[in-house]
């Protein structure tokens, strides 16, 4: 997705948000180093993923703590925690097998609430539950559920790309659901980036247990130019792909060729220059066959 103007002040805003236990000295300086980045890298053509990577690049440089989020993460895994057996109990309570799959992707879909930074958008952990069944029992703005279940049923493998770390506890509850239809494999980043799940979140989550991990890269999203060797191999070989979250959107909307039918995207619209581009208010949360 190309940069709308107001992502610029979005990613100052993140940038402080990742800095924020440093020193004033060192703010200062990301602050002026991503200034001159920006003014030096910012066109028409330029997406919203690249200038994020680049960023990002620039904080890290300068900073000594390699996951400024995991405290973050740590709080917003936990809250997650208490409120999962109240969702898990919701799911299963269902016998109908399609409508069971259907709240489950809506359970997922509602764990996307859990981002921080976005400036239109704000979590409190200690409302989770409620917020989550906002999502879990609203209107879907783009609700393409019963197709996505269609190419469940008739998929072998499906790979499961992961935003937000403190989502995966929603996350486990659908992926257990999938497994009841064909292999899945997960696919978090390589390494702490931002507040995204990792790894060893995926681990602590234990989705590990009953799935395959495929690690993609240091990026947010689907970055095809810079993911890893084996994401991309899994990515051509299964039958579906499940991609959570505003990063994967972003980085597929350029590339409808990769998509054919194949990608559903779950998501809650947390940004204006988002809802904009997939055309939904914002707020909105969205299950959209690609």
């Not at 008739?154 to 992961?162: A, D, F, G, M």
């Amino acid at each position: 997705m190309k940069l709308y103007p107001e992502c610029v002040p979005c990613m100052l805003q993140r940038a402080m948000m990742f800095c924020r236990d440093e020193d004033d000295r060192t703010k200062r300086e990301i602050m002026r180093r991503l200034c001159k980045l920006f003014s030096e890298k910012i066109s028409k053509n330029i997406t919203t993923t690249e200038l994020a990577f680049e960023r990002n690049k620039v904080i890290e440089e300068l900073m000594d703590n390699r996951d400024p989020m995991k405290d973050l993460k740590e709080e917003s895994f936990n809250a997650a925690l208490r409120v999962y057996p109240t969702l898990k109990n919701y799911v299963e309570a269902e016998k109908n097998n399609k409508e069971r799959f259907k709240k489950a992707l809506k359970v997922a879909l509602a764990g996307n609430i859990i981002e921080f930074g976005a400036r239109d958008h704000r979590v409190n952990l200690k409302k989770l539950e409620d917020q989550i069944f906002d999502v879990v029992k609203g209107k879907l703005s783009i609700d393409d559920r019963d197709e996505i279940y269609e190419k469940v049923k008739n998929s072998r493998e499906i790979l499961y790309v992961t935003d937000n770390a403190g989502e995966l506890v929603f996350d486990k509850i659908f992926i257990q659901e999938l497994t009841r239809y064909a292999k899945i494999c997960v696919s978090p980043l390589s390494r702490p980036v931002q507040d995204d799940a990792w790894i060893e979140d995926v681990k602590r989550a234990k989705i590990d247990e009953s799935c395959e991990i495929v690690p993609r890269g240091d990026f947010i999203g689907i970055w095809f130019d810079k993911c890893t060797p084996e994401f991309l191999k899994k990515f051509d070989e299964v039958d579906f792909i499940i991609a959570k979250g505003m990063g994967c959107y972003e980085t597929l909307v350029d590339h409808p060729e990769r998509l054919e039918g194949r990608i559903a995207l779950l998501m809650k619209v947390k940004c204006l220059p988002v809802a904009k581009n997939i055309n939904v208010p914002l707020g909105s949360a969205v299950a959209k066959l690609l």
